[in-house]
Structures are given as structure tokens and as C-alpha cells.
């Protein structure tokens, strides 16, 4: 069973930055393609971004792009997402997942994700 623990959340004034990791317990890590996503209060969980099995691939949501950076390290089995220049509306409870099919091309649908970690809340005050 493939475990994934999220890292990094808390509470940060409007501008202010946040680096989330995610912990993987798979030996076939590097074989996944990497998401985070997010769901704010009453609303439904959004894909943010994702970086490839490959390494050499990155996707953003058009609302976070310019400002978050997603990285990987295999050694470490561990994925970041490194969020800058934080809004308020980046309030939301941030999930890590796992696409463990080898895809040739990254999906933003949950449904495409096979494992998932518990979630860590980041608050943006204004």
C-alpha cells in the first residue's frame, strides 16, 4: 500500500510563501506522475499542479501559475510545491497524489490518481 504524507501547511499572510513536501512510501516513485490539488471550504477539490513520472514535465493551474513551482526528488521520494506570492484565495486544504499508470501525458482529473495522502490546510490572512 502506497502511503503519502503531506508536510508544510500553516498560516501565512497575503504575499507570504509556503513549501509543501509530500513523503512517499513506494519503491516505484519514480515510475509516478506527481499531483497536488486543493479544495477550499464548500467548494470542489481543484487541480493546482503536476510534474511527470519523466521528470521533465510540469502543469499548473492557470490560477497559481507564475507562483507556485512543483519539483521532485527521487532520492527522497518526496514531491514540493514550492507556493509564492500567497493570496487568500489559496486558502484551501492541499492534497498530494500519486498517478501510478505510466501516463504520456499529465491528467488534472482526480480520477486519474490513484493514491492519495491525508491533506495539510494552508490559510492565507489578508
Known amino acids: 500500500q502506497v502511503q503519502l504524507v503531506e508536510s508544510g501547511g500553516g498560516l501565512v499572510q497575503a504575499g507570504g510563501s509556503l513549501r509543501l513536501s509530500c513523503a512517499a512510501s513506494a519503491r516505484a516513485f519514480s515510475t509516478y506522475t506527481m499531483g497536488w490539488f486543493r479544495q477550499a471550504p464548500e467548494k470542489e477539490r481543484e487541480f493546482v499542479a503536476a510534474v511527470m513520472w519523466t521528470g521533465d514535465t510540469t502543469y499548473y493551474a492557470d490560477s497559481v501559475r507564475g507562483r507556485f513551482t512543483i519539483s521532485r526528488d527521487n532520492a527522497k521520494n518526496t514531491v514540493y510545491l514550492q507556493m509564492n506570492s500567497l493570496k487568500p484565495e489559496d486558502t484551501a486544504v492541499y492534497y498530494c497524489?500519486?498517478?501510478?499508470?505510466?501516463?504520456?501525458?499529465?491528467?488534472?482529473?482526480?480520477?486519474?490518481?490513484?493514491?492519495w495522502g491525508q491533506g495539510t490546510q494552508v490559510t492565507v490572512s489578508a
Open positions: 497524489a500519486a498517478d501510478a499508470r505510466l501516463r504520456v501525458r499529465i491528467s488534472v482529473k482526480e480520477l486519474d490518481y490513484d493514491y
